[in-house]
């Protein structure tokens, strides 16, 4: 069974970078075929794709957030990252990396609890 | 951007009813399109992928249907465990979700 897990901190002051880990088991992220997503949700609202990267290490990013986003991985610890630069306090949502399936048609079928992170001096 | 306009943006059934969700894409879209179903305090969980291909484990009570720019989401026969907020998602271009639909059940 395919498990992600995000891990970073919580708290941010306006202008830092936000930087999340989403840790990869049942699966390896060296695989054709799979999307390696961020996506947050702000309080009470909808969802907003941040980007992904494939196993080639190819990005693809949200346009309304290119500017500030990278998406890396790191395949020895299974491991892919999120770094949001110059964050401001509407940045503060929940953060879920998530994994898209070609099988099914690039639609994400596994996603990870979420993270909440709140931007606030 | 591709905008996904979902309605209603609410809505309360009983227990049985036929439920439909609609989301129009502001382009065509092709059949790139897929539902998901969020509960409070959790991740959204896939529904419906390529407009109308129910994904693993989904009862067959959802479906889909739609091509373009005009896409419908139905629960048949509406249960207790249906109640949440379902959402639309178009994967042609930059991904994009639509607002949402919160389901409540009477």
């Known amino acids: 069974q395919v498990h992600l897990q995000e891990s970073g901190p919580g708290l941010l002051k306006p202008s830092q970078t936000l930087s999340l880990t989403c840790s990869v088991s049942?699966?390896?992220?060296?695989?054709?075929?799979?999307?390696w997503n961020w996506v947050r949700q702000l309080p009470g609202k909808g969802l907003e794709w941040i980007g992904y990267?494939?196993?080639?290490?190819?990005?693809y990013y949200n346009p309304s957030l290119k500017s500030r986003v990278i998406v890396s991985e790191d395949t020895s610890k299974s491991q892919f990252s999120l770094k949001l630069s110059s964050v401001t306090a509407a940045d503060t949502a929940i953060y879920y990396c998530?994994?898209?399936?070609?099988?099914?048609?690039?639609?994400?079928?596994?996603w990870g609890r979420g993270t909440t992170v709140t931007v606030s001096s | 951007d591709i905008q996904m306009t979902q309605s209603p943006s609410s809505l309360s059934a009983s227990v049985g009813d036929r439920v439909t969700i609609t989301c129009r894409a502001s382009?065509?879209?092709?059949?790139?399109l897929n539902w998901y179903q969020q509960k409070p305090g959790e991740a959204p969980t896939l529904l419906i992928f390529?407009?109308?291909r129910l994904h693993i484990g989904v009862p067959s009570r959802f479906s889909g249907s739609g091509f373009g720019t005009d896409f419908t989401l139905t629960i048949k026969s509406l249960q207790a465990e249906d109640f949440g907020t379902y959402y639309c998602?178009?994967?042609?271009?930059?991904?994009?979700f639509g607002h949402g639909t919160k389901v409540e059940v009477k």
């Open positions: 990267i494939y196993y080639t290490g190819n990005t």
């Open positions: 998530a994994r898209a399936a070609a099988d099914y048609g690039n639609a994400i079928d596994v």
């Open positions: 998602q178009q994967n042609y271009g930059p991904w994009t």
């Open positions: 382009q065509s879209i092709s059949s790139s």
């Open positions: 390529a407009a109308s």
């Open positions: 049942g699966a390896s992220i060296s695989s054709g075929g799979y999307y």
